[in-house]
């Protein structure tokens, strides 16, 4: 079992905002990072640290947090963001890499 | 242009051994510490094993521990991953993926912020 905890599923109608949420004891610690995967792809990373982004992702992504949650935000979603999103972290001991289930988003 | 290469997947039967090979380049492989993360057919991403930079830590996930082995040779620019006693359920894509913690106030970070495409492990009879 992930000891980060996601939605499996979110949807979004074209051109609205979506927040996809990650929980877990360990995110008290750490920022959590944001993988996008699309089919027969490779993961891509989105989101890391407190909100930044590597280059070439749009700036309709963001990060945020709080607490034990945090949360990637896609501010007017596209149809090419439809994808799987992981969060990622290291675990509350700080030795072990975890990841969330992965929430599948559908852009509508 | 940075890039990591995976290799050395395939099809062995329940039992059997295989090593999987990561080529680095575009970036100076010593100076980072590295993971192995697979994805089985239709899941999510699961963590396998880190490596540090110098190779003298190493983490493995529980349901590969005391089977699989990383190692690095960074005068090749390359992390393995030899994995034994294989089962069933470790037919999965296989990816290698570049470390990066740090801090930033009362906060870690962390993140793989470069990915190879992933090789192919399939255990079946």
């Known amino acids: 079992s992930s000891e980060l905890t996601q939605d499996p599923a979110v949807s979004v109608a074209l051109g609205q905002t979506v927040r996809i949420t990650c929980q877990g004891d360990s995110l008290r610690s750490y920022y959590a990072s944001w993988y996008q995967q699309k089919p027969g792809q490779a993961p891509v990373l989105v989101i890391y640290g407190k909100n930044n982004r590597p280059s070439g992702i749009p700036d309709r992504f963001s990060g945020s947090s709080s607490g034990n949650t945090a949360s990637l935000t896609i501010t007017g979603a596209q149809a090419e963001d439809e994808a799987d999103y992981y969060c990622?972290?290291?675990?509350?001991?700080?030795?072990?890499?975890?990841f969330g289930g992965g929430t599948k988003l559908t852009v509508l | 242009e940075v890039q990591l290469v995976e290799s050395g997947g395939g099809l062995v039967q329940p039992g059997g051994s295989l090593r999987l090979s990561c080529a680095a380049s575009?970036?100076?492989?010593?100076?980072?510490?590295m993971n192995w993360v697979r994805q089985a057919p239709g899941k999510g991403l699961e963590w396998v094993s880190y490596i540090s930079s110098s190779g003298s830590t190493i983490y493995y996930a529980d349901s590969v521990k005391g089977r699989f082995t990383i190692s690095r040779d960074n005068a090749k620019n390359s992390l393995y991953l030899q994995m034994n006693s294989l089962r069933a359920e470790d037919t999965a894509v296989y990816y290698c993926?570049?470390?990066?913690?740090?801090?930033?106030?009362?906060?870690?970070?962390?993140?793989?912020?470069?990915w190879g495409k992933g090789t192919t492990v399939t255990v079946s009879s």
């Open positions: 993926a570049r470390d990066n913690l740090g801090t930033f106030g009362w906060y870690y970070y962390y993140y793989m912020d470069v």
């Open positions: 575009g970036f100076t492989f010593s100076s980072y510490e």
């Open positions: 990622n972290s290291r675990d509350s001991s700080g030795n072990l890499v975890v």
